[in-house]
Antibody
Framework: QVQLVQSGAEVKQPGSSVTVSCRASRGTFDTYGIDWVRHAPGQGLEWMGRIIPIVNIVKYAQRFQGRLTITADKSTATAYMELNSLTSEDTAMYYC????????WGRGTQVTVSS | DIQVTQSPSSLSASVGDRVTITCRASQGIRNELGWYQHKPGEAPKRLIHGASNLQSGVPTRFSGSGFGTDFTLTISNLQPEDSATYYCLQRNSYPWRFGQGTKVDIK
């Protein structure tokens, strides 16, 4: 059973950056893609991007191009999501997920952007 | 980019009812579509992958069908614990995209 352990809640100032981590507890990390999904209050689920560590391929949703960076450290089986130039609209729960034949999700990281 | 249109946005049904949610892709996506259930305070849960393959551990009252552009999630014999928001996700080509969601309430 794979577990995805995410970093803790963050409160950020507008204009700043946030980095959320996602560590895979066991299982093969680098051969599966890790997706990042967010859920803002009153909104639907939003796919942000994904990384496939074994080939270092990264894909982003168009609306985050230029301010979203997804990386992975294979040595620690950890994926990272960095979002820059935060606004109040980035206040959301951020999830990492590994969807292969089985589907595993982290418990989510609450990011609050407030002055 | 492939657009995904999900309907209805919400529905209310009684225990035991059969409900249907649809997703339409703006171009063919083969069977590269998943269905997810999302309850408040919980992580989303994948119910169906590959348009019609039931995820292990998911009750058999959930079923998916479709290929190409039109897809359906059916919940047979609706149960109280099925109250949630349901989303489809196209993963045929990047950027992947969720449908707008369907909120299912139990009368």
């Amino acid at each position: 059973q794979v577990q995805l352990v995410q970093s803790g809640a963050e409160v950020k100032q507008p204009g700043s950056s946030v980095t959320v981590s996602c560590r895979a507890s066991r299982g093969t990390f680098d051969t599966y893609g890790i997706d990042w999904v967010r859920h803002a209050p009153g909104q639907g689920l939003e796919w942000m991007g994904r990384i496939i560590p074994i080939v270092n391929i990264v894909k982003y949703a168009q609306r985050f191009q230029g301010r979203l960076t997804i990386t992975a450290d294979k040595s620690t089986a950890t994926a990272y999501m960095e979002l820059n130039s935060l606004t109040s609209e980035d206040t959301a729960m951020y999830y990492c997920a590994r969807d292969g034949s089985e589907s595993y999700w982290g418990r989510g990281t609450q990011v609050t952007v407030s002055s | 980019d492939i657009q995904v249109t999900q309907s209805p946005s919400s529905l209310s049904a009684s225990v035991g009812d059969r409900v249907t949610i649809t997703c339409r892709a703006s171009q063919g996506i083969r069977n590269e579509l998943g269905w997810y259930q999302h309850k408040p305070g919980e992580a989303p849960k994948r119910l169906i992958h590959g348009a019609s393959n039931l995820q292990s551990g998911v009750p058999t009252r959930f079923s998916g069908s479709g290929f190409g552009t039109d897809f359906t999630l059916t919940i047979s014999n609706l149960q109280p614990e099925d109250s949630a928001t349901y989303y489809c996700l196209q993963r045929n080509s990047y950027p992947w995209r969720f449908g707008q969601g369907t909120k299912v309430d139990i009368k």
